[in-house]
């Protein structure tokens, strides 16, 4: 018999280019925040689990268990789970399993990367996801993957750049009232995003989320003992995850079938069987203003291809039907891989309690979803909060 | 951080703790840090399919491989297909001709710098193998504005004597003349 | 499942060689920069005491892991750059197998006034001597040549 699992704290620390604190100061400090939000100590947290995307960006093998000091996990049951871009979500479902499956009361999630200490660039630890037989003798970059992606969407449901540059414009704006903001910018205009320099067509420098340092935490708790935390809980109605084949050049890229499974294994756990109607607001991963688009799709938010004319309508604005990042997603606040949580579900959380301050949605959200996505699009990580 | 700076924005997250240091800390050495390079050199095991993908590369060839349960010609081959999860069977010569699936027109090389020249990369689907199927390669002998997806394309391959066995072995793909279809 | 082919031509590529190419730069960190920028200026190492359970904490840390609690500035205090060796080893290899020329005597020590440990090399000839218990101090570079790493430790020799 599953237990209910409610989210009764979260934390999150400045994302940045560079920061000074190691990767266990940045996770001892979004944990503290979310203990004190709480109102917990650490021995009443029972198990510990930690996202964190490649070792090769850290520079730390097994970081795990390098981190865990500063993840309050001295002593107690812990894991690290990780599947690339998709751990901002994976972490939060695993730290539910802990929790539905009656083994932990109380469990805490933390999540956190340090991208600042690849040199030259994180993008050389990132070249070591290519296959070193096929891909790697062709001297790739990363961002190549990605432009094919875009191109190949554009392409089948004829989409303008400047369309897509909506989202760009959207999510920096909707990130100034974030405290933790890398990039917000309250005068961004589409203009911008199409004058920025190309990096790789039809990508430009405005289309992307920065590399980032940052950490996030969250705490889960049981229906057993959530009464000692809050008389307002926001549970976890569903959690689905999926994944595609790494032969990613035998894929039609267009849409992302994974993130179409994983969302309708969250839905069938929520009992949601009319996505656009019943989900408030949404929190789908964008490292790219494109992905915003791809994602919803992918979530059945909207039929494929119409996620770009809702966007220009204004639909997915924080005071449109359906408000999409409100955070200001990664494009805003920064892309710390697996500390995207903070932006995730952190923010599911702080929307639903009605925490959010400048960035609330207004109205009365009851249910939202949030998603990443990683590895060679292949990983889709899909969970729904609801008060 | 003070109860000042605390409560400077109203909602959650209160505060956002850590300290942001950029470039010219470090170069100036206004923060202290430990450099390492790692030296990690790797073989990697090719396994029957891309070995024998590899020499007939080398020979000039573009081999795939045939899942009989799903009726698909696989490449790159694979020992086993991944959706039905079977071995799979022959071995079938393909073409090197295909059809642009995708393509970017990048400014930057592998380490995320500028280049002034942009390369041409995307993924090509092989004639005679399952559609969509096919590899990432490089584009040449066209200007960055003639590629188009749904193109019609062709191997240029290396010398055979400066073939190695690899997928560079094809130099990149260009247009498909009207009188070579 | 077996696959239907063995691989029998011994001349038929099998490998693929390659390498990891990326380089890293490590911050201190909040509580390491503080360590490393003193121990640049003087010849001592500085340490936190944790105010819940007292333990003085070396290397000197942001917050202690086992209370959780964050611990104040007031809370750093400076140790002698010196301590104890609680364990020791003998090395005749190096880290890539190779035998080395001179055998080399890594510590675990255990620094003065403090709960913690640094690991460092010994300086000594005498390869056969138990090591355990005896009394230590560290050699650091000149002081115009630190770097604020754990390199300004040359290496710790009996006093």
């Given at each position: 018999m599953k237990k209910q699992v409610a989210v009764i704290g979260a934390g999150m620390t400045l994302f940045r280019?560079?920061?000074?604190?190691t990767g266990k100061e940045l996770s001892f400090l979004a944990t503290k925040m979310a203990m004190e939000e709480a109102g917990?100590?650490?021995?009443?947290?029972d198990m510990v689990v930690m996202g964190s995307a490649p070792d090769a960006f850290d520079g730390i093998h097994m970081k795990g268990e390098n981190l865990l000091d500063g993840a309050a996990a001295v002593g107690k049951p812990y894991v690290r789970v990780f599947n690339?871009?998709?751990?901002g979500v994976f972490a939060p479902i695993a730290g539910w399993w802990h929790v539905a499956s009656g083994v932990a009361d109380v469990c805490l999630v933390v999540c956190e990367e340090k991208m600042?200490?690849?040199?030259?660039?994180p993008q050389t630890a990132f070249?070591?996801?290519?296959?070193?037989?096929?891909?790697r003798p062709l001297n790739p970059n990363l961002v190549w993957l990605f432009a094919m992606e875009m191109n190949r969407y554009m392409t089948v449901h004829n989409i303008k750049k400047e369309d897509i540059a909506l989202v760009a414009v959207k999510n920096k704006r909707n990130a100034?009232?974030?405290?933790?903001?890398?990039l917000a910018d309250p005068n961004i205009t589409v203009e911008d995003v199409l004058n920025?320099?190309?990096?790789?067509w039809p990508v430009q420098r405005l289309d992307i989320s920065p590399p980032s340092d940052g950490a996030s935490a969250l705490i889960f708790c049981s229906e057993d003992v959530v009464h000692k935390f809050t008389d307002d809980p926001i549970w976890v109605a569903g959690v689905g995850w999926n994944i595609d084949s790494t032969?990613?050049?035998?894929?039609?890229?267009?849409?992302p079938r994974y993130v179409a499974n994983a969302a309708k294994m969250a839905y069938k756990m929520a009992g949601i069987t009319n996505p656009p109607k019943e989900i408030d607001f949404a929190e789908p991963y964008?490292?790219?203003?494109?992905k915003e688009l791809h994602h919803m799709e992918g979530l059945l938010?909207?039929?494929?291809?119409e996620a770009p004319i809702l966007t220009r309508e204004g639909v997915?604005?924080?005071?449109?039907d359906l408000p999409i990042c409100?955070?200001?997603?990664l494009l805003g606040v920064g892309n710390p891989i697996a500390a995207t949580m903070g932006q995730k579900v952190c923010e599911l959380y702080w929307q639903l309690a009605g925490?959010?301050?400048?960035?609330q949605i207004p109205g009365d959200p009851r249910v939202g979803v949030g998603q990443a996505w990683g590895d060679i699009m292949q990983m889709a990580t899909v969970m729904i909060l609801k008060r | 951080m003070s109860e000042e700076e605390k409560r400077q924005?109203?909602?959650?997250?209160?505060y956002a703790p850590g300290t942001h240091v950029r470039d010219k800390h470090i170069y100036n050495k206004e923060i202290t840090y430990t450099w390492w390079e790692p030296e990690v050199q790797y073989s990697w095991s090719l396994g029957p399919a891309m070995s024998r993908f590899l020499q007939e590369l080398k020979a000039g060839k573009i081999i795939g491989k045939k899942c009989n349960t799903c009726d698909r010609v696989i490449?790159?081959?694979?020992?086993?297909?991944?959706?039905?999860y079977n071995p799979t069977g022959e071995w079938v010569y393909l073409k090197d001709t295909g059809t642009v699936e995708t393509f970017s027109i990048s400014y930057?090389?592998?380490?995320?710098r500028r280049i002034e020249e942009p390369i041409l990369i995307g993924v090509i689907s092989i004639d005679g193998?399952?559609?969509?199927h096919g590899f990432m390669h490089y584009f040449g002998?066209?200007?960055?504005?003639?590629?188009?997806?749904g193109m019609r394309v062709k191997a240029v391959w290396k010398p055979e004597n400066e073939r190695?066995?690899?997928?560079?072995?094809?130099k990149y793909f260009r247009p498909l003349r009207g009188d070579e279809e | 499942m077996t696959f239907t082919e063995k691989q029998t031509d011994p001349t038929s590529p099998m490998h693929w060689r390659g390498d990891m190419q990326a380089d890293y730069l490590y911050p201190s960190g909040i509580a390491g920069d503080k360590f490393f920028k003193h121990l640049k200026e003087h010849d001592s190492f500085l340490a936190t005491k944790c105010s819940k359970c007292g333990k003085i904490l070396f290397?000197?840390?942001?917050?202690?892991?086992?209370?959780f609690e964050e611990i104040p500035e007031s809370n750093w205090i400076e140790v002698p750059a010196s301590g104890t060796v609680k364990l020791f080893t003998v090395a005749t290899i190096n880290a890539h197998g190779k035998k080395l020329e001179e055998p080399k005597v890594i510590g675990l020590i255990n620094i003065d006034n403090t709960d913690g440990c640094l690991l460092g090399i010994i300086k000594t000839?005498?390869?056969?001597?138990?090591?355990?218990g005896v009394k230590v101090k560290a050699v650091l570079k000149p002081q115009n040549e630190r770097?604020?790493?754990?390199?300004?430790?040359?290496y710790f020799e009996e006093y």
């Amino acid at each position: 018999m599953k237990k209910q699992v409610a989210v009764i704290g979260a934390g999150m620390t400045l994302f940045r280019r560079k920061l000074k604190e190691t990767g266990k100061e940045l996770s001892f400090l979004a944990t503290k925040m979310a203990m004190e939000e709480a109102g917990i100590q650490k021995d009443e947290i029972d198990m510990v689990v930690m996202g964190s995307a490649p070792d090769a960006f850290d520079g730390i093998h097994m970081k795990g268990e390098n981190l865990l000091d500063g993840a309050a996990a001295v002593g107690k049951p812990y894991v690290r789970v990780f599947n690339g871009g998709g751990t901002g979500v994976f972490a939060p479902i695993a730290g539910w399993w802990h929790v539905a499956s009656g083994v932990a009361d109380v469990c805490l999630v933390v999540c956190e990367e340090k991208m600042g200490s690849c040199y030259p660039h994180p993008q050389t630890a990132f070249r070591h996801i290519w296959d070193p037989i096929l891909d790697r003798p062709l001297n790739p970059n990363l961002v190549w993957l990605f432009a094919m992606e875009m191109n190949r969407y554009m392409t089948v449901h004829n989409i303008k750049k400047e369309d897509i540059a909506l989202v760009a414009v959207k999510n920096k704006r909707n990130a100034v009232g974030h405290p933790c903001a890398q990039l917000a910018d309250p005068n961004i205009t589409v203009e911008d995003v199409l004058n920025s320099e190309v990096m790789a067509w039809p990508v430009q420098r405005l289309d992307i989320s920065p590399p980032s340092d940052g950490a996030s935490a969250l705490i889960f708790c049981s229906e057993d003992v959530v009464h000692k935390f809050t008389d307002d809980p926001i549970w976890v109605a569903g959690v689905g995850w999926n994944i595609d084949s790494t032969m990613w050049t035998n894929r039609d890229l267009y849409f992302p079938r994974y993130v179409a499974n994983a969302a309708k294994m969250a839905y069938k756990m929520a009992g949601i069987t009319n996505p656009p109607k019943e989900i408030d607001f949404a929190e789908p991963y964008d490292p790219f203003d494109y992905k915003e688009l791809h994602h919803m799709e992918g979530l059945l938010l909207c039929k494929k291809g119409e996620a770009p004319i809702l966007t220009r309508e204004g639909v997915t604005q924080r005071d449109g039907d359906l408000p999409i990042c409100p955070s200001g997603g990664l494009l805003g606040v920064g892309n710390p891989i697996a500390a995207t949580m903070g932006q995730k579900v952190c923010e599911l959380y702080w929307q639903l309690a009605g925490k959010a301050g400048k960035r609330q949605i207004p109205g009365d959200p009851r249910v939202g979803v949030g998603q990443a996505w990683g590895d060679i699009m292949q990983m889709a990580t899909v969970m729904i909060l609801k008060r | 951080m003070s109860e000042e700076e605390k409560r400077q924005f109203e909602g959650y997250p209160k505060y956002a703790p850590g300290t942001h240091v950029r470039d010219k800390h470090i170069y100036n050495k206004e923060i202290t840090y430990t450099w390492w390079e790692p030296e990690v050199q790797y073989s990697w095991s090719l396994g029957p399919a891309m070995s024998r993908f590899l020499q007939e590369l080398k020979a000039g060839k573009i081999i795939g491989k045939k899942c009989n349960t799903c009726d698909r010609v696989i490449v790159p081959p694979r020992m086993f297909c991944e959706y039905c999860y079977n071995p799979t069977g022959e071995w079938v010569y393909l073409k090197d001709t295909g059809t642009v699936e995708t393509f970017s027109i990048s400014y930057l090389d592998p380490d995320a710098r500028r280049i002034e020249e942009p390369i041409l990369i995307g993924v090509i689907s092989i004639d005679g193998a399952a559609p969509k199927h096919g590899f990432m390669h490089y584009f040449g002998e066209m200007k960055p504005e003639e590629l188009k997806i749904g193109m019609r394309v062709k191997a240029v391959w290396k010398p055979e004597n400066e073939r190695t066995g690899s997928i560079t072995d094809i130099k990149y793909f260009r247009p498909l003349r009207g009188d070579e279809e | 499942m077996t696959f239907t082919e063995k691989q029998t031509d011994p001349t038929s590529p099998m490998h693929w060689r390659g390498d990891m190419q990326a380089d890293y730069l490590y911050p201190s960190g909040i509580a390491g920069d503080k360590f490393f920028k003193h121990l640049k200026e003087h010849d001592s190492f500085l340490a936190t005491k944790c105010s819940k359970c007292g333990k003085i904490l070396f290397p000197p840390r942001l917050y202690c892991e086992d209370c959780f609690e964050e611990i104040p500035e007031s809370n750093w205090i400076e140790v002698p750059a010196s301590g104890t060796v609680k364990l020791f080893t003998v090395a005749t290899i190096n880290a890539h197998g190779k035998k080395l020329e001179e055998p080399k005597v890594i510590g675990l020590i255990n620094i003065d006034n403090t709960d913690g440990c640094l690991l460092g090399i010994i300086k000594t000839t005498d390869y056969g001597k138990d090591f355990i218990g005896v009394k230590v101090k560290a050699v650091l570079k000149p002081q115009n040549e630190r770097e604020g790493t754990l390199k300004d430790v040359l290496y710790f020799e009996e006093y």
